[in-house]
């Protein structure tokens, strides 16, 4: 059984919400809102942007992989595709989350600033291939089986330094 919350509303007005418009100028008397980009942008190391942090921490970045299949992005709605994706990328995290990697990957230091690689394969025969390989490999991942149809639609792994597992997916192109 479904149940429907209303939002709550405050009853007196001295407890409203106040409304700002989207792009309007803040007050001449506001402070200005810390920027995130310093310490945390997904475009640069945490490292670039804080002199507290030494330059040899970033060279080596945690990176999740996830890989779609090309012939259900031309076919399937994106949401669909895009879907399948946070499934697998889901899935090998929570498989994982004991794992030292994993944990520093989610850590709180780390969470605004995680790193994904989102790539394709052509079609199931390499992404099945590829599975086999990152097995052979002791890469830890998780191929996503749709069901009820019962077929792969893509792969994540768990968190890796990127040194570590970059090799296998070289020769994939990224999902564009």
Known sequence: M?????????????????RTRFGAKPPSNAAPAPSRLIHNSMSQPAAEGNPDVPKSDTTDVLVQYVVLRRDLIDTWPMGSVVTQGCHAAVSAIWSHKDDPVTL?????????????????????PQILNLSEKLKAGGIAHKLWIEQPENFPTCLATKPYPKSAVSAYFKKLKLCK
Do not use: F
């Open 2 to 18: 479904a149940c429907l919350l209303a939002p709550l509303r405050p009853t007196s007005p001295s407890l409203s919400i106040p």
């Open 104 to 124: 520093q990957y989610c850590g709180p230091e780390n969470i605004d600033s995680m790193h994904k690689v989102t790539l394709e394969v052509t079609g199931e």
